[in-house]
């Protein structure tokens, strides 16, 4: 069974860059047909969908945040990451990472990021 973990730091300063990675096991990131996402929860609010990165390498963003998105992937490591530009207070989250396929989905725990001076 496919299992997911973030990590990167929990508190990023406004303006700067924030960055996480997902690390997979049980599975690697290249098997056909998986989709690889980040998905968020803003305190008090619903999840949002923030992009993927399919087994091909292609890559899709949400239209709202995608001149400040970029996901990535490092094969050798089965790792995905997200990063995120330009960061504000708005951008305080629960962020997760989450895998999707014809067998099921799957989450990581998920990792608080507070954006703060």
């Known amino acids: 069974q496919v299992q997911l973990q973030e990590s990167g730091p929990g508190l990023v300063k406004p303006s700067q860059t924030l960055s996480l990675t997902c690390t997979v096991s049980?599975?690697?990131?290249?098997?056909?047909?998986?989709?690889w996402s980040w998905i968020r929860q803003p305190p008090g609010k619903g999840l949002e969908w923030m992009g993927v990165?399919?087994?091909?390498?292609?890559?899709y963003y949400s239209p709202s945040l995608k001149s400040r998105t970029s996901i990535s992937r490092d094969t050798s490591k089965n790792q995905f990451s997200l990063q995120l530009s330009s960061v504000t207070p708005d951008d305080t989250a629960v962020y997760y990472c989450?895998?999707?396929?014809?067998?099921?989905?799957?989450w990581g725990q998920g990792t608080q990021v507070t954006v703060s001076s």
């Open positions: 049980g599975g690697s990131i290249t098997i056909n047909s998986y989709a």
């Open positions: 990165i399919n087994f091909d390498g292609s890559t």
């Open positions: 989450n895998a999707v396929s014809i067998k099921g989905m799957y």
